[in-house]
């Protein structure tokens, strides 16, 4: 069982930035692709980022493509979520997901683990 606890959210104005962060606990945390996604009220979740267990494979989402970053540090057992340029569309609850797949993975039903989220709002 591995879990995860997200922190980070926040209010801040359009064309600011956050960086979000899920510390993960329990089973090795290398071992694990991570993700993020994203829902808004109303709407499905999405995906938004992804991060394979060595950190050097990333998959975005296009609507973050070079605005949002992600990255890790096994050694904290940390993944992040480098949030710039935001805008309004980018409000909702960010998820950190972590995934037993050997490849990244960009399917939310592939992911074994999830936080409990946090409120990203952007105001305009």
């Known amino acids: 069982q591995v879990h995860l606890v997200e922190s980070g959210g926040g209010l801040v104005q359009a064309g600011g930035s956050l960086r979000l962060s899920c510390v993960a606990s329990?089973?090795?945390?290398?071992?694990?692709?991570m993700g993020w996604f994203r829902q808004a009220p109303g709407k499905e979740r999405e995906f938004v980022a992804t991060?394979?267990?060595?950190?050097?494979?990333?998959n975005y989402a296009d609507s973050v493509k070079g605005r949002f970053t992600i990255s890790r540090d096994n050694a904290k057992n940390t993944v992040y979520l480098q949030m710039n340029s935001l805008n309004a569309e980018d409000t909702a609850v960010y998820y950190c997901a972590g995934s037993k797949r050997s490849y990244t993975v960009v399917v939310a039903g592939e992911y074994d683990y999830w936080g409990q989220g946090t409120q990203v709002t952007v105001s305009s």
């Open positions: 329990g089973r090795t945390f290398s071992n694990y692709v």
């Open positions: 991060i394979n267990w060595r950190g050097t494979r990333t």
